[in-house]
């Protein structure tokens, strides 16, 4: 079969660090066809514009174009409509790809006639706190049933983890709805599917992913995701199901069993039958983890929960119309 050739965009914010390994991941591709990168620079706080530049000169098939509101869809807008090929993949500056992921996306794509093909989004952590979140984001107690998290078979999907798309798919929906400064994925990939177009998952596509550091950082990051998710339900109406009502509904009824146990002690029964299911879910979950990650596991779980549904329930109504820039 001939390989056609692939843009890969990448938005790019602080990653003096990371950038130049990264690039290098994927023009070392085990790609038959030709691979362009486009590099949409933010303002970034370091040395990434140079590095961007440095690598841009060094190889013609690195450009760099300038993303000056430093927001995500936007990069990727500017990123896109600086790429020439047919076949265009998203690539964040931290994701790891195996070396066989963009040939095993373009071969999906044509076997299955999908506008956008995706993998899981695989994550690994080293310390033991990163551990138990890494174990969180693959469970099913943790993020539902979501098969770029948890994995599964391969098929149609709502949404997937990054994306390789065909460029007709992408100019057919207008690209990233810079709006959503969270959740755009989720947003454009539901417009693809409401035009006609097909989301497939492929497991084969599994992608290493770095959890956030801190239990403050994740509580931010699933705040957000709460917040956005919300915002997604409100444009697109019907697109909200059980998985992402459990934590708001949950949120909720801990909150008002606390408050009303003084006068009726039972109450106080709804937050302890959360816990209870908690640490039993990461007794469950948390086999073969170390210790130290094991005994974080319930607080990670309960972070990632309250979070969710502190951010979906606060989430503000003109949030993505007029107040995107809130965050």
Same mark, same amino acid.
């Given at each position: 079969?001939?390989?056609?050739?692939?843009?890969?965009?990448?938005?790019?914010?602080?990653?003096?660090?990371?950038?130049?390994?990264?690039?290098?991941?994927?023009?070392?591709?085990?790609?038959?066809?030709?691979?362009?990168?486009?590099?949409?620079?933010?303002?970034?706080?370091?040395?990434?514009?140079?590095?961007?530049?440095?690598?841009?000169?060094?190889?013609?098939?690195?450009?760099?174009?300038?993303?000056?509101?430093?927001?995500?869809?936007?990069?990727?807008?500017?990123?896109?409509?600086?790429?020439?090929?047919?076949?265009?993949?998203?690539?964040?500056?931290?994701?790891?790809?195996?070396?066989?992921?963009?040939?095993?996306?373009?071969?999906?794509?044509?076997?299955?006639?999908?506008?956008?093909?995706?993998?899981?989004?695989?994550?690994?952590?080293?310390?033991?706190?990163?551990?138990?979140?890494?174990?969180?984001?693959?469970?099913?107690?943790?993020?539902?049933?979501?098969?770029?998290?948890?994995?599964?078979?391969?098929?149609?999907?709502?949404?997937?983890?990054?994306?390789?798309?065909?460029?007709?798919?992408?100019?057919?929906?207008?690209?990233?709805?810079?709006?959503?400064?969270?959740?755009?994925?989720?947003?454009?990939?539901?417009?693809?599917?409401?035009?006609?177009?097909?989301?497939?998952?492929?497991?084969?596509?599994?992608?290493?992913?770095?959890?956030?550091?801190?239990?403050?950082?994740?509580?931010?990051?699933?705040?957000?995701?709460?917040?956005?998710?919300?915002?997604?339900?409100?444009?697109?109406?019907?697109?909200?199901?059980?998985?992402? #009502?459990? %934590?708001?509904?949950?949120?909720? =009824?801990?909150?008002? !069993?606390? @408050?009303?146990?003084?006068?009726?002690? $039972? *109450?106080? #029964?709804? %937050?302890?039958?959360?816990?209870? =299911?908690?640490?039993? !879910?990461? @007794?469950?979950?948390?086999?073969?983890? $170390? *210790?130290?990650?094991?005994?974080?596991?319930?607080?990670?779980?309960?972070?990632?929960?309250?979070?969710?549904?502190?951010?979906?329930?606060?989430?503000?109504?003109?949030?993505?119309?007029?107040?995107?820039?809130?965050?």
């Amino acid at each position: 079969m001939s390989w056609p050739p692939i843009s890969v965009i990448m938005p790019v914010l602080n990653e003096e660090k990371y950038l130049r390994d990264a690039v290098r991941q994927i023009l070392e591709q085990d790609y038959p066809g030709e691979i362009e990168v486009v590099l949409a620079i933010g303002p970034s706080q370091d040395r990434t514009d140079e590095v961007a530049k440095a690598i841009a000169a060094e190889d013609p098939r690195v450009k760099v174009v300038p993303n000056p509101t430093g927001r995500t869809p936007n990069a990727l807008n500017a990123a896109i409509g600086a790429s020439v090929n047919e076949i265009v993949a998203r690539v964040d500056g931290h994701a790891m790809l195996p070396s066989d992921y963009l040939k095993i996306a373009v071969a999906t794509l044509r076997e299955t006639g999908a506008d956008n093909v995706g993998g899981i989004m695989a994550a690994e952590g080293h310390t033991p706190f990163e551990q138990a979140v890494a174990r969180a984001m693959t469970s099913k107690i943790g993020v539902g049933n979501a098969r770029f998290h948890t994995g599964g078979t391969a098929g149609p999907a709502d949404t997937v983890y990054l994306g390789v798309f065909r460029r007709s798919a992408l100019e057919r929906v207008g690209g990233y709805d810079e709006a959503f400064l969270r959740a755009q994925d989720w947003e454009m990939n539901h417009r693809i599917r409401s035009t006609g177009g097909q989301v497939w998952f492929q497991p084969r596509m599994r992608v290493s992913y770095r959890p956030r550091p801190s239990l403050k950082a994740l509580a931010r990051q699933y705040y957000h995701y709460g917040r956005w998710r919300h915002v997604v339900a409100r444009t697109h109406r019907g697109t909200i199901n059980l998985r992402y #009502l459990a %934590p708001p509904v949950a949120v909720v =009824a801990m909150a008002l !069993g606390l @408050v009303v146990s003084p006068f009726f002690w $039972p *109450a106080i #029964l709804i %937050p302890g039958a959360y816990l209870a =299911a908690i640490l039993a !879910g990461s @007794v469950l979950t948390g086999r073969g983890l $170390p *210790a130290g990650a094991l005994v974080r596991l319930p607080l990670v779980y309960a972070t990632m929960h309250v979070s969710w549904g502190y951010g979906y329930l606060t989430s503000p109504k003109d949030l993505g119309r007029g107040g995107a820039t809130r965050l």
